[in-house]
């Protein structure tokens, strides 16, 4: 029944949650339910199939309900529910960490784990950290993220991050942070297809930055080797390798935030190793359990993990950790995960029908309003023409419009991203740019 008290949003079935990222008001108003979901598909509250053209929020690499994740996660309740995360350890937890390890490029040997993306970054930023002064290097401080990054929504990670409404609502963040220009050059890099050729200047600006303040402050450069969030942002061919020559040069540690890249995404296990380029620390979730449990990891070299090994045996190494780092159902879930991924090829599987999925996206550069279109692997975005005076809302449209045709997508400013389950088959992909064709072709 609805109470409503003057000046208050009613009060209602749906008012209790406060929904993240999202529009409340506008959603409450004409709400769009999932009840179920399987394979490629979500199915609605009204009983109606809807193309999974996002794998979730970049998570379900593996598709919806896989027989063998449900079952895993349905046994480790019954056996082990929970164990203490601190002083105590359980078998699936060690095991998933060595899958990890076996799994990611070579210099990755440690993993720490995390429930979400954003506290893999805020990890990886406090690893770095502690990293430095573990080594009598107290002096670097200092942290370097990029105009356009996204990081996770807690301090640290909307500190290095770069979208300003993430950042503008909540006061002073970390001090001591600066950014890098984005790498979107868009007179140079509209309708690319893959990797741009201009722009690999832009990792320069780093120079600048040491200049500046001078490398013995410098702990540590966050960037997604691939931005997602902000609109699917290839990286300029040669960026990413002067980027690693840079922070090498002056001692500075280099993060990878791959928590959309990891997971086969680009057609490998993650960017570093799609673009060989390799990190120091490797940040990820989502794809690490297909989504289903909540899970992230930092995945660090040995020179990292070695630099904490040096006091006393019965001291800890690292005041950090949280409650479910390595919670039994996550791990078990990952473990199912790595399997099915690995059982079923399926980062190969991206990297065969990329090309088929290139060509796809980009027939849509005809159709109204379209003025960029990205790719690489599994991935893509096509960029509208935004409304003057109404940012935004041309491609949130196209996004409720999709949804009524039954394809997912997402957007993010004027950009629709797409990023589907690496189980996608020739069929869906017709079905998913031909249902947006249509979509695109009666917008405004
Ligand atoms: N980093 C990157 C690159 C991401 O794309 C995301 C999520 N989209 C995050 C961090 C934050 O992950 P979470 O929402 O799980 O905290």
Known sequence: ?????????????????????????????????????????????????????????????????????????????????????????HPKAFELASRLRDMAPEPFEHVFFTNSGSESVETALKIALAYHRA?????????????????????????????????????TLLTGVDHLPHTHLPEDHAFTRGQPDAGAYLADDLERIVALHGA?????????????????????????????EITTKHGILLIFD??????????SSFAAAHFNVMPDLITCAKGLTNGVVPMGAVLATAQIHDAFMTGPEHMIELFHGYTYSGNPLASAAGIATLDTYAEEGLFERAAELAPYWEEGLHSLRDCPHVIDIRNMGLIGAVELEPIAGAPTKRAFQAFLDGYEKGILVR????????????????????????????????LD
């Open 258 to 267: 791959e928590v959309i890249t990891g997971f086969g995404r680009l057609g």
């Open 216 to 244: 013995e402050t410098i702990a540590a450069v966050i960037v997604e080797p691939m931005a997602g969030s902000t609109g699917v942002l290839m990286p300029p061919k040669g960026y990413l390798e002067k980027l690693r």
């Open 1 to 89: 029944m609805a109470l409503d008290r003057p000046g208050t949003a009613p009060r209602n079935d749906l008012s209790a949650f406060w929904m993240p990222f999202t529009a409340n008001r506008q959603f409450k108003q004409a709400p769009r339910m999932f009840v179920s979901a399987d394979g490629m598909y979500y199915k609605t509250s009204e009983g109606r199939e809807v193309l999974d053209g996002t794998a979730g929020l970049w998570c379900c690499n593996a598709g919806h309900n896989r027989p063998r994740i449900v079952e895993a996660i349905r046994q480790q309740a019954g056996e082990l529910d929970y164990a203490p995360a601190f002083q105590m350890g």
């Open 135 to 171: 080594r009598g290097d107290a002096g670097r401080t200092r942290l370097i993220g990029r105009e356009r990054g996204y990081h996770g929504v807690n301090f640290g990670g909307i500190s290095v991050g770069g979208i300003v409404n993430n950042r503008k609502a909540f006061g």
């Open 411 to 442: 957007t993010t400013g004027d950009i629709i991203a797409m990023s589907p389950p690496l189980i996608i088959e020739k069929s869906h992909i017709d079905q998913l740019f031909g249902t947006l064709r249509e979509v695109l072709c009666a």
